[in-house]
Every structure is written in structure tokens, then in C-alpha cells.
């Protein structure tokens, strides 16, 4: 049992070290796409809500598989062009939180949704990700590149996500659904620290 809790946890300890390595990504080039790509893996809540969209659409299967990470990273792209257009969305910051907490919660519920309902949930809290990301744009950015990049940021951490499902499920399938679970469970209490501001 210890062991596959460990597992859970590196999991998770896995899916954040992009934003170790990329979090300052100040040196060199710094147009809009890097700067773009470097935001939604400069934030632990941003890359733990980018997995759990993975880990949630693996769990569901079939054809929520494409459906459900395409739906988050295009409805926030329109988030994203709301916040470069400088329009106001209130509680940004309390949405993006509560996607970790419901995220990792649907995940760690095994929460067999329909496609269509998970698609709905996703994209609710994709406006939020995407005004984050948009909103803070620096000045000397192209709009264009930077929108693409935190687009391309964004579906590799939901690949990461469905990689992490795929590979954890190889375990065995009672195990591995326990390691999947636990890692979604430390991905919600993490959204409920991230929420109250304890990280």
C-alpha cells in the first residue's frame, strides 16, 4: 500500500517539474511564444488542473480522449483573447484554483461523466485559465505567438496528463486505478491549500 502511494506521489512530483525547469525563462529570447509557453508551466496550479484534464479524459476514454483536452485549450484560447482585450472576469484567480480541487476530485471520485458534461466542465474552467494567461501578457509580446504558445504549453501538459493515466493503468488495473485516484486526491487537497492561500 505504501508503494503505490509513493507512486501517487511521483506522480505528481513528476507532472511539476516542468514548472522547475521553465519557470524563469527571463535569459535569451523572449517574444511572445516563449513567454506564452513558459506561463501555464510557471504556476502549480495551472500544470495540476493541464494533468488532471489529461488523467480525467484517460479515465473517461473513448472518444473523450481527444474531445475533452481540444475543449479546454480551445475555449481558453477565447479566455486568453478576453484577457489580452483587457475585458474583466471576475474571480479568476478562486476559478482557477477550484478547477485543481475539482479536477483532482472528479479524478480521485473516478467520476464516470458523460463526454459532453465533462467537455461543459472543463471548458468552465478554461475561461478562467486562459484570462489568467492572456491578462498577463507582457507589453512587449506578439498576441498571436503568445496565445500559441501557452496553447502548445497547455496540451503538452494534457498529454503529460493522459501519459501519466496510460502509464500508472500499467501497473495492473486495480493498482494502477488506485495510484490514478490517489494522485488526483493530493491534486484536490492541493487545489483546497492553493484556494485558502495556505500555498
Known amino acids: ?3 503505490i502511494f509513493k507512486g501517487g506521489l511521483l506522480a ?6 516542468p514548472a522547475v525547469a521553465y519557470a524563469h525563462t527571463g535569459v535569451g529570447e523572449t517574444g511572445g511564444l516563449v513567454h506564452g509557453f513558459s506561463h ?5 496550479d495551472h500544470i495540476l488542473a493541464m494533468v488532471m484534464v489529461g488523467v480525467f479524459a484517460f479515465q473517461l476514454g473513448g472518444r473523450a480522449v481527444w474531445a475533452v483536452p481540444a ?5 481558453m484560447a477565447f479566455g486568453g483573447a478576453l484577457g489580452i482585450a483587457g475585458v474583466n472576469l471576475p474571480f479568476v484567480e478562486t476559478g482557477i484554483a477550484l478547477s485543481v480541487v475539482v479536477l483532482g476530485a472528479a479524478v480521485a471520485l473516478n467520476v464516470r461523466a458523460s463526454t459532453a458534461v465533462a467537455m461543459g466542465i472543463v471548458g468552465l474552467f478554461a475561461i478562467f485559465h486562459g484570462h489568467a494567461h492572456g491578462a498577463e501578457m507582457p507589453e512587449n509580446a506578439g498576441g498571436a505567438a503568445y496565445a500559441a504558445g501557452f ?3 497547455t496540451a503538452l501538459l494534457h498529454a503529460a496528463g493522459l501519459a501519466t493515466g496510460f502509464l500508472i493503468a500499467r501497473v495492473g488495473e486495480r493498482q494502477g486505478a488506485f495510484v490514478v485516484r490517489t ?3 493530493l491534486s484536490a487537497v492541493a487545489g483546497v491549500g492553493i484556494l485558502t492561500g495556505l500555498i
Not at 505528481?12 to 517539474?17: E, I, W
Not at 501555464?40 to 502549480?44: A, K, M, T, V
Open 183 to 185: 494522485a488526483g486526491g
Open 151 to 153: 496553447m502548445i504549453a
Open 1 to 3: 500500500m505504501k508503494s
Open 71 to 75: 475543449t479546454f485549450v480551445l475555449v
Open 40 to 44: 501555464p508551466i510557471s504556476g502549480l
Open 12 to 17: 505528481l512530483a513528476t507532472a511539476a517539474l
